[in-house]
């Protein structure tokens, strides 16, 4: 008896890696759009400028995956990469408190 892995599942063999990694893609923005619709609107929850670089860097890690199952090539995913990384580092950049004495 042998243990299927989730990539190989029949479920991922009708609909695919990169429909599931696009239909994430689209739920990421979707949450992003509310999110900035309910501060607007409301005042509440997150700041936008709070989350969305962390965001953005999660939906080019989220554009390398849609690539990469796709078959694009280094090519194509590294700059996807290369961006994640980039927003990333704003984002820690931006939220990295200073040693308090």
Known sequence: MTQESF?????????GVPHLVALVFAF????????????RLTGGGVS??????NWLSGLCLLAAVFLA???????AVAPCLM????????????????RRF
Do not use: I, K, M, N
């Not at 949450?31 to 619709?37: D, P, S």
């Not at 936008?48 to 670089?53: E, N, R």
């Open 7 to 15: 990539l190989d599942s029949p479920f991922l063999d009708s609909f």
């Open 28 to 39: 990421t923005v979707v949450e992003g759009a509310c999110l900035y619709g309910y501060d």
């Open 48 to 53: 936008p400028l709070a989350f969305v670089f």
């Open 69 to 75: 199952a796709s078959g694009s090539g280094l090519a």
């Open 83 to 98: 961006a994640a990384g980039a927003l990333h580092a704003v984002d820690l950049r931006r939220q990295w408190r200073r």
